[in-house]
């Protein structure tokens, strides 16, 4: 199942909000080359693009549905088509930025002093990545999987979490950088609609899953995982459902 943008799109104000929390804590000036990776429909270049006007943007993911749309809004930011893992800059880059979009990619351990390494001296790698393993919205995918009789065939997609704790990116970064930050934020998102979280994971964790499946698998898949969702999320007094959903952020300066 290919990437849909406006699913994604559908939370775009609150999947926002953590990019630019990071975007505003990026201590450069007037980077020459700016880099997003993992750009998806380049909802967050644009605003890269407004604080460097100046600088030269490329717009890096796996998707062409994403880049399609991308392309479409930003003509002028060089999109390329490649897997995050194995792109490789013509040059080092000024800024490496990538918002909620390494959590895709394992190994970890050797990823990000790769990623790393593509930063210019003086420059600046910003990620910011979801961190939820132990969430009820996550580990209920791999109860319904079990429970339903289709995890041999969704393992592949039921992959560990490969986004570790604080303590491993500080010491895996800290020796190569300059500076390093990293702090994490749990938003506290309230959704709108009938069990909105399902929604939520649609433009996201669950897409893999539910792509896997043929009906009437598909549909047995999402009705029970919705189910055990609503009873573990259920709506306020207001009819909203609160999300807490935690996020790592990684600033370092080469």
């Known amino acids: 199942m290919a990437w849909d943008p406006e ?3 559908a939370y775009g104000d609150l999947r926002l909000r953590p990019a630019l929390d990071l975007l505003g ?3 450069l000036e007037a980077p020459g080359t700016v880099v997003d990776l993992g750009c998806g429909p380049g909802n967050v270049t644009v605003y890269l693009k407004q604080r460097w006007e100046a600088a030269r943007f490329v717009g890096v ?8 749309k991308a392309r479409a809004d930003l003509p002028d930011v060089d999109w390329v088509e490649d897997d995050m893992a194995t792109w490789r800059p013509a040059a080092a880059v000024d800024l490496l930025y990538s918002n909620a ?8 351990q050797t990823l990000f002093p790769h990623l790393f390494s593509l930063v210019a001296e003086g420059g600046v790698m910003a990620v910011q990545m979801p961190s939820n393993a132990e969430a009820p919205f996550q580990y209920l995918m791999h109860e319904v999987a ?3 009789g289709w995890y041999d065939q969704l393992e592949p997609h039921l992959r560990p979490d490969p986004v570790a704790e604080p303590g491993f990116y500080y010491d895996l970064l800290g020796p190569l950088a300059r500076g390093l930050e990293l702090w994490e934020t749990i938003y506290l998102q309230a959704l709108e609609g009938h069990n909105p979280i399902v929604d939520w994971v649609k433009g996201s964790r669950l897409r893999p899953l539910l792509a896997a499946l043929e009906e009437p ?38």
């Open 101 to 108: 979009a390494l959590h895709w990619l394992p190994d970890h």
């Open 7 to 9: 699913k994604y799109l």
């Open 61 to 68: 993911d796996g998707s062409p549905e994403m880049l399609e």
């Open 25 to 27: 804590r990026i201590p």
């Open 217 to 254: 698998d598909r549909g047995q898949f999402e009705a029970d995982y919705a189910s055990r969702v609503l009873a573990h999320y259920p709506p306020g007094s207001d009819g909203r459902t609160l999300l807490p959903f935690r996020r790592l952020f990684v600033i370092a300066i080469r």
């Open 146 to 148: 079990r429970d339903g």
